[in-house]
């Protein structure tokens, strides 16, 4: 358009709103002229996607806004349309999710899902629980059934797995007529009965049906796309009846003076049609286009050189298709009408006409005019202004008024600068983004658009078309969006592998792998960890084996390789990368499926091939003995086989079978295994002779202990040389047992004799305190006191050791030779014989 031209010439005034109509794509025309055809269910539209049902052909192809043709499916490879075939399965319609370009086609039986054109990949779904329900019609991932108009929708699980499920069951409660009298957004379904309209929000956690309204004199309705906005139509009387996103019925109805073609929301509060006249009553009135107010009922029309095919409601208006061009038709933003108003006096209205003015030599009028306006705001609906424009001369026209009311800024904070300076560059980002995208798609997006879809879903879309990857990197990159660089990579690859079905594996390998990682200046991008795994999938699914696990040992994801090795069968390499990882979790995870899907043998092949000793499967089935027992058997692990021998024995009746195996193994243990199994015969050969039946399973010392109290020297010398026991291991067990048996003289006695024994401090505190606090012997506790060296550190508790017993003439003696007179002192008034305080006080003078 002119640059001098005022874009409000186009608006209509709808009450208080503007509206205009903007062509959006100049190459679109219907590919054949049955395409067009008055039955909706014959087309489906997305936002960058239209599919069409061709009826001389019987094909459905999917088309962007180029009218390039993505795919083309047959249909009657997948409906039988004869009334007298029991199998009969009709075509019922077609649609296009919004956010994935996903192809439904709906049929009687089951519902086809088509997520990729080339090649063609797609799920079929069914009523699982009730196959004998037939699919009446669908809207919006919402089913209802033929036979008893139950309610389900199509969920997707974060697998991507697709399922129908019920939501609710009718049972008699509504009936619908036709399939005019339901819609469904992603919110609420309003159901049209022959008594009351219903309200379904499925959107809660429980599904809660309610009645809104008991007049039925409605055959059609119409749901807003964003909001719950609600459109009633009588066939009859031809009026529209409207319930706000509020649940508010608007006063009055809409008449209308002929039988609308189609009926459509266009945002929230205004609704769009066109009449189809008769044939002998043709007139121009056949290219205009009517948009209702929903609160007063007035309207303003749209004319149009070509005939409307039809319309389509978006997030932020409607689309009218017709035979050469798509048009958009939108409520005018604030701050664009602000600006191009006529007569408008805003401030962004005053500094737009200012860079006019200059532009046209008038400076001081300018500068005048300036001064009178907030030049902050007017800046700032500029730079709104320019998101929502589609026309480039526009777009940099009102950046560059944006620039001048910039530079001009006086008296502003240096942070407010900042931020107005941030918004602009980055507004200018993101239009050079939007035209690099329509150019792309071959359609114009509003900004309102492309937030309601979503960069991802676009890109994700624009990926199906399998000629866009280097495009749409450049895009992600250029948002700084790398995240999605790794799902558009995969789809490139996934592609090329599907078609290149007769080129050898390792020239597609290598011409897939360089183009990912080489980084020469040819490849689509460098990715550092990218899902190779996937990739081994895909040629898993084609049959290419080989090239499956090539891609599947690049992934840097130890798990993800794995996982996808187990499902290629090869299961050693698999097992292998898991236990050279070092990650327990994914070894055992190894682990546990190999032993679900191979047999025992196997098992315990791959497990001695490949783990060392079992590893952490055998920590895991500690609890499995019969599986453990074998397996050590089986890898001739001996050692591990005698301590799961032992663990689950008493040692007394397999310590010769566990001997024999360490003697077997290289155990470092297997002498003291010996020297047990030596000890268990020596005990029961002196239970048959002497009747000591309660020495068998006793250890070497408690053995020891048995002899000392109970048999003759001859038994126990015998015994110590056989098993060479040293002379510290006889005199502890000697004084274990008189302090057992209270016999203190003898104790004494051998403490006194053995020099090892009292200078071992840890002895000596441990007779004390059996002596003192478990026989409460504290005469001859305090006996051993002395035997403890005194130091810094012992001479505190051996001072409370002292006074413990009640021995204070020795707890004296002690602080004298410490020269510790408040010790003393203390000693001294605690003591109550007089004769050791007479002792006490003559200490004093020592110190």
């Known amino acids: 358009m002119s640059s001098n031209k005022n874009p409000s010439f186009n608006w209509e005034k709808l009450k208080e709103n503007f509206y205009r109509n903007r062509c959006i794509s100049t190459t679109f025309k219907w590919p054949t002229i049955t395409a067009k055809a008055n039955h909706s269910n014959l087309y489906a539209i997305s936002y960058t996607s239209i599919a069409v049902y061709l009826l001389d052909s019987n094909k459905i192809e999917v088309y962007n806004y180029k009218i390039n043709l993505l795919c083309s499916i047959d249909v009657s490879e997948i409906v039988t349309d004869d009334q007298h075939n029991e199998n009969e399965n009709k075509l019922i319609k077609i649609w296009l999710d919004y956010s994935n370009d996903d192809l439904y086609i709906v049929t009687q039986k089951f519902i086809r899902i088509v997520y990729s054109w080339n090649p063609i990949e797609f799920k079929d779904i069914i009523i699982e629980n009730d196959q004998d329900q037939e699919i009446w019609d669908m809207k919006d991932k919402f089913i209802v059934t033929k036979n008893h108009q139950d309610i389900y929708k199509i969920a997707t699980n974060p697998n991507n797995r697709y399922s129908i499920e019920k939501i609710i069951e009718n049972d008699g409660k509504f009936t619908l007529l036709t399939k005019d009298h339901w819609d469904a957004n992603t919110e609420i379904i309003i159901l049209l009965d022959i008594t009351y309209i219903f309200m379904l ?3 809660l956690p429980t599904v809660d049906i309610s009645k809104i309204d ?29 319930i706000n996103e509020n649940g508010k019925r608007v006063d009055s109805d809409i008449s209308l ?49 070509e005939e409307i095919s039809f319309i389509e409601s978006v997030s932020d208006g409607v689309k009218v298709f017709t035979d050469k061009n798509v048009y958009l038709i939108s409520k005018v933003p604030w701050s664009t009408k602000n600006i191009f108003r006529l007569g408008s006096t805003s401030s962004s209205a005053i500094l737009f006409d200012c860079l006019n003015l200059l532009e046209h030599g008038s400076k001081p009028r300018a500068i005048e005019n300036m001064r009178s306006i907030n030049l902050e705001e007017a800046i700032e609906e500029c730079i709104d202004a320019a998101v929502e424009e589609l ?22 904070t240096s942070k407010k600068v900042n931020t107005i300076s941030q918004n602009y560059v980055k507004t200018i980002k993101f239009i050079r983004f939007m035209n690099n995208l329509s150019s792309i798609t071959g359609i114009l997006l509003t900004n309102d658009q492309f937030q309601y879809v979503g960069f991802p879903n676009l890109i994700l879309n624009l990926v199906k078309w399998n000629d866009e990857f280097l495009k749409c990197i450049a895009l992600c990159k250029f948002l700084e969006l790398n995240g999605l660089i790794a799902d558009i990579v995969y789809n490139w690859s996934k592609r090329k592998i599907q078609i290149a079905s007769d080129e050898d594996d390792d020239v597609l390998y290598e011409s897939i792998v360089n183009k990912i990682d080489i980084g020469d200046g040819t490849e689509i991008y460098t990715l550092k960890d990218f899902q190779y795994s996937r990739l081994g999938i895909i040629c898993y699914n084609e049959g290419r084996l080989g090239l499956a696990k090539k891609f599947t040992i690049l992934d840097s994801n130890v798990f993800e390789k794995v996982k996808t090795l187990l499902k290629l069968e090869e299961n050693e390499s698999a097992l292998e990368y898991a236990h050279s990882s070092g990650n327990p979790v994914v070894e055992l995870y190894c682990l546990l499926c190999l032993q679900r899907k191979l047999s025992q043998g196997q098992f315990t092949r791959i497990l001695s091939l490949k783990v060392e000793k079992g590893g952490i499967l055998a920590i895991y089935l500690s609890d499995n003995y019969e599986f453990l027992f074998d397996f ?4 001739d692990d001996y050692s591990k086989l005698g301590d799961l021998i032992l663990s689950k024995n008493e040692a007394r009746t397999v310590i010769d ?27 029961k050969e002196l239970s048959s002779k002497y009747d000591m039946t309660d020495i068998v399973g006793c250890s070497m010392n408690e053995t020891l202990k048995k002899l000392l109290q109970f048999s003759s020297n001859k038994i126990i010398n015998s015994f110590i040389k056989k098993f060479s026991l040293n002379d510290d291991v006889i005199n502890l067990t000697k004084c274990k047992i ?29 007779i004390y305190k059996k002596l003192y606090y478990l026989h409460d012997a504290k005469t001859e506790a305090v006996k051993y006191i002395k035997f403890i060296a005194t130091n810094s550190y012992n001479y505190e508790k051996k001072l409370k050791m002292y006074l413990e017993c009640g021995d204070y003439l020795s707890a004296a003696q002690l602080a004298t030779y410490e020269k510790d007179s408040v010790k003393l002192q203390s000693i001294y008034d605690t003591c109550s014989d007089e004769s050791v305080k007479l002792q006490i006080k003559n200490f004093f003078k020592k110190i």
Not at 214 to 231: E, G
Not at 395 to 403: C, E, G, V
Not at 742 to 757: A, E, G, H, Q, V
């Open 201 to 203: 929000k499925h959107c």
């Open 257 to 305: 003076t002929n039988t609308p073609q189609q009926l459509a929301w266009c945002g929230n509060d205004s609704i769009a049609c066109f009449f189809k006249l008769n044939s002998y009553n043709e007139d121009d009135n056949k290219h205009e286009l009517y948009l209702y107010d929903t609160l007063t009922g007035t309207h303003v029309s749209f004319w149009y050189l």
């Open 391 to 412: 026309d480039p001369i526009l777009q940099k026209k009102l950046l560059l008024t944006a620039s001048f009311g910039k530079g001009s800024l006086i008296n502003v």
């Open 214 to 242: 008991s007049d039925t004199a409605w055959q059609k309705v119409i749901l807003s796309k964003t909001s719950n906005s609600v459109l009633f139509y009588n066939n009859k009387t031809k009026n529209l009846h409207i």
């Open 738 to 766: 008189y302090l057992d048996t209270k016999r203190y003289d003898p104790l004494w006695t051998l403490i006194n004799s053995k020099k090892n024994l009292i200078g071992n401090e840890n002895i000596i505190m441990t």
């Open 632 to 635: 050590y058997r089986q890898i």
């Open 657 to 683: 079978q566990v001997a024999d195996l360490k003697n077997r193994s290289d155990d470092p243990l297997k002498k003291i295994y010996n020297r047990e199994a030596e000890l268990i015969k020596y005990q």
